[in-house]
């Protein structure tokens, strides 16, 4: 990995911040690692969502001038309504979290597992434009072993909602905490942000690197062997 020098140094917790414009100011907006939500957000169904939704993307696409009766666009206010609700948005409804069934650890394997190179599809909240990278999972079982599947699907559900990708990879840490019951996780997400590739600063060559270390993989030794592991081919 292009960044490993500065990951070999990193504390735990440590992110870079991404802030292309410089909006957020000096100190972040919120220090919940939970997805900013009102109390109301689930009194609607998913099919009163898409109502509303493709409702409002048709007054959008209504004011950037474009032709609702020409044949290609007629459709879209409706297609981009049930994307964002059943597709990439679909994260943020609880009903949707995966149920990550453990399993016995009958081959007493106490090593640390990897799962590496897992697709990250998110999109940025600051402007609704896609996050496109890499997640880098590890884990040393407490006794309970987790399905690999599983591992991705926790993944794609943290990353099906708007996000910035240091809450993102705090979730996905806390989640695979609670669910093996134990501390020892590292989470490293490499992820190129389309708010800074294809408006404003555009840049194409830049990518985004943030991580989560807990228990045991605070310690040099563990986390240089995690690095190694995720570096190889």
């Known amino acids: 990995m292009k960044q490993n020098g500065m990951l070999l140094n990193m504390p735990e917790h440590t992110v870079f911040i991404d802030d292309p414009d410089g ?12 997805t900013p939500m009102r109390e109301d957000a689930f009194d609607l169904s998913d099919e009163e969502k898409i109502k509303i939704i493709s409702r409002h993307f048709k007054e959008i696409m209504h004011t950037l001038g474009l032709d609702l009766f020409d044949d290609s666009l ?41 799962e590496k190179d897992i697709a990250v599809y998110s999109n940025c909240e600051h402007h609704f434009v896609p996050i496109i990278g890499k997640a880098h999972v590890a884990y ?62 555009k840049d194409t060559s830049s990518s985004t690197v943030t991580a989560d270390y807990s228990g045991v993989f605070t310690e040099w030794e ?9 570096c190889s081919k």
């Open 74 to 114: 007629k459709g879209t206010p409706n297609r981009v309504a049930k994307m964002f609700v059943k597709e990439i948005f679909r994260g943020l409804d609880p009903k949707n979290k995966p149920c990550a069934a453990l399993f016995e650890n009958k081959y007493s394997y106490n090593q640390m597992l990897v």
């Open 222 to 230: 563990k986390r240089d062997e995690f690095l190694r592991q995720i």
């Open 23 to 34: 909006q957020l100011g000096d100190e972040p907006t919120s220090a919940s690692t939970d």
């Open 140 to 201: 040393i079982s407490s006794g309970k072993v987790i399905g690999l599947s599983k591992i991705n699907r926790i993944v794609q559900y943290y990353a099906q909602r708007p996000q910035v990708q240091e809450r993102l990879t705090v979730q996905i840490a806390n989640e695979l905490k609670s669910v093996l019951q134990t501390e020892n996780v590292a989470v490293i997400i490499d992820a190129v942000h389309l708010c800074v590739s294809s408006r404003g600063i």
